[in-house]
């Protein structure tokens, strides 16, 4: 318990030293996800699985909570993600394409999954291991620009930023996020927050996280 007490210390340390960037893929801001080019949600079909303690029988959860930011801890401004609160998707593959609060040039991706002292072994499994973003002009394109692959090691820290490859000639209004395997559980996989950078803004406006 003591070694794990430490570990918890040293992640929300970490979280804490991260560099506030303005998200693109914020609902609140503006930003969705097109259902119509998404991945359907998990359904629980036999009444026996669960996330994280929570029941996922009676309702299906939406893709939007990957825009939103969340609730802060206390006495913190860094919004916490909790156990379950988040979009799971049937197997270890899958995608949710967003529409940005803005056209951008993105420049970076940050992943959020379950931290601090909720973190634990259950919810590694159910994480994104391997993914790819693309980046699209129109709703209609299919394959779109690709910004690069990663690997997301949520076991080092539950909030990585991955900078993207600066192909783009222009500005970009979708972004495709393709989930390519996840941490080994066979029947979901549960993405909590993704959000979507750029330069700051030129006009010394607000930064929204």
């Known amino acids: 318990q003591a070694v794990q007490d430490i570990i918890n210390q040293v992640l929300e340390k970490l979280e804490e030293n991260q560099v506030p960037m303005r998200d693109y893929a914020l609902k609140s801001s503006g930003a969705a996800v097109i259902r119509s080019r998404t991945s359907p949600s998990f359904r629980n079909t036999k009444g026996k699985v669960f996330l994280y303690s929570l029941p996922v029988l009676?309702?299906?959860?939406?893709?939007?909570?990957?825009?939103?930011?969340?609730?802060?801890r206390k006495r913190k401004t860094k919004p916490e993600n909790h156990p379950g609160n988040c979009w799971p998707f049937p197997g270890s593959q899958g995608h949710?394409?967003?529409k940005l609060s803005v056209p951008i040039i993105p420049r970076a991706v940050t992943m959020d999954h379950v931290s601090g002292a909720t973190f634990?072994?259950?919810?590694?499994?159910?994480?994104?291991?391997?993914?790819?973003?693309?980046?699209?002009k129109e709703e209609h394109e299919e394959q779109g620009t690709f910004l690069g692959q990663?690997?997301?090691?949520?076991?080092?820290?539950?909030?990585?930023?991955?900078?993207?490859?600066?192909?783009?000639?222009?500005?970009?209004?979708?972004?495709?996020?393709?989930v390519l395997s996840n941490w080994g559980h066979p029947d979901c996989t549960c993405l909590y927050r993704f959000r979507v950078h750029s330069d700051p803004p030129k006009d010394g406006g607000k930064v929204s996280v």
Not at 58 to 72: H, I, K, N, Q, T
């Open 120 to 136: 634990r072994r259950e919810s590694i499994s159910r994480a994104p291991k391997d993914f790819a973003v693309y980046g699209m």
């Open 58 to 72: 009676d309702y299906v959860r939406s893709p939007d909570l990957l825009l939103e930011a969340g609730a802060p």
């Open 150 to 178: 990663f690997t997301f090691l949520v076991a080092l820290n539950p909030t990585q930023t991955f900078q993207l490859k600066e192909e783009l000639s222009g500005f970009v209004n979708y972004l495709r996020l393709q």
């Open 96 to 98: 949710v394409f967003i």
